[in-house]
């Protein structure tokens, strides 16, 4: 059987507000400033540590009470305090805090 775009979807909640996130990301890797210099054709970078691991992800939230979790959601996004936060892809719980977050509607991806 196919897989389709359902299938990928993966589920989660943010402090009891669950939701689908279809897509994450994460930065890895060093960080530092890339120095170019006039008459030199190597650059040099510079290592200044690890990356931070701020996470990115794009949450859904559906349902007929979709407009309710949505705001509660963004309630939850706003409190400044870190809670427990059910993660996908094998994560498990983890401590989270919202740094900032937007949101948009867009009834073509329910289906309508």
Not at 32 to 48: A, I, N
Not at 59 to 64: F, H, K, N, P, T
């Amino acid at each position: 059987m196919d897989k389709t775009w359902r299938d990928a979807v993966l589920p989660a909640s943010f402090r009891g507000i669950s939701f689908l996130i279809p897509q994450t990301s994460v930065p890895v890797g060093m960080k530092g400033p890339l120095h170019e210099f006039p008459q030199r054709d190597t650059p040099f970078f510079e290592q200044m540590g690890k990356q931070a691991q701020v996470h990115k992800m794009t949450a859904w939230v559906v349902g007929d009470d979709c407009f309710e979790r949505r705001d509660k959601l963004i309630e939850a996004l706003q409190n400044p305090w870190r809670r427990r936060a059910g993660a996908p892809l094998g994560w498990g719980a983890c401590r989270s805090r919202s740094a900032s977050a937007s949101w948009a509607t867009n009834a073509t991806r329910a289906g309508w």
